[in-house]
């Protein structure tokens, strides 16, 4: 028979392994020789560059804990396919890891890219621009959403509608409510009535 006793101290024994692999893991994702009176907080290596907060202001350093781009913003995410988005004085652009600013810091707020796009609004104004910073869906929405599943959701004077990644629109703008693309098909509401569409319009499901 088993030893009960046996039993728990071959369970301990799993439980702290698995947890000292996780922590040596998690170790692994942060950077080295950081000096935790400098900063006040410290997040994992993103794409080779760690964000860093130091004075309520935002930076990146290596791996080794090397400042690479200086302590001065008031906002930053990490790093995603070689950009970050970042605000300076009230406006938002993307640097580079260089710390280049590869898209101005001209708009009132930018969202992290999803799709390839990034939302923008300027004003009370919401679009979409690409990594280069060109202009794929106007800004002149009054609402809108990030991509999801390639889709772009917009409202304007109270109608909703979806683009593409591209810039195309592909769902007219006629529902009064909506949401995001999920397994192919949005559902929308049209005259009261809830149905789902496809990526083209088309009524798939529950058609009035």
Not at 103 to 109: A, G, S, V
Not at 133 to 140: A, R
Request: with cysteine; proline share 5%; aromatic share 14%.
């Amino acid at each position: 028979m088993f030893n009960p006793k046996m039993i728990f101290s071959l369970i301990l024994l799993f439980c702290l392994s698995a947890f000292s692999l996780f922590a040596q893991e998690t170790d692994s994702l942060m950077p080295k020789n950081i000096d935790p009176l400098v900063y006040n907080k410290v997040y994992p290596i993103q794409e080779g560059l760690a964000r860093v907060k130091k004075g309520g202001l935002y930076g990146f350093v290596n791996p080794d804990g090397k400042e690479i781009i200086a302590t001065n913003y008031d906002k930053a995410s990490d790093f995603q396919k070689g950009i970050a988005r970042v605000a300076l004085h009230g406006k938002y652009g993307f640097i580079n890891t260089e710390g280049k600013a590869v898209i101005p810091l001209t708009y009132d707020k930018a969202w992290s890219f999803s799709g390839g796009l990034a939302m923008v609004k300027q004003g009370e104004k919401y679009g979409f621009i690409d990594s280069l910073g060109k202009t794929i869906i106007p800004l002149e929405y009054e609402q809108a959403q990030s991509v999801s599943e390639g889709m772009a959701m917009v409202k304007l004077s109270g109608k909703i509608g979806f683009f593409d990644t591209k810039g195309d629109l592909k769902v007219p703008l006629i529902y009064d409510e909506a949401w995001p693309f999920a397994s192919g098909k949005a559902w929308v509401k049209k005259d009261s009535k809830w149905f789902y569409v496809d990526k083209n319009g088309n009524c798939v499901e529950d058609c009035p």
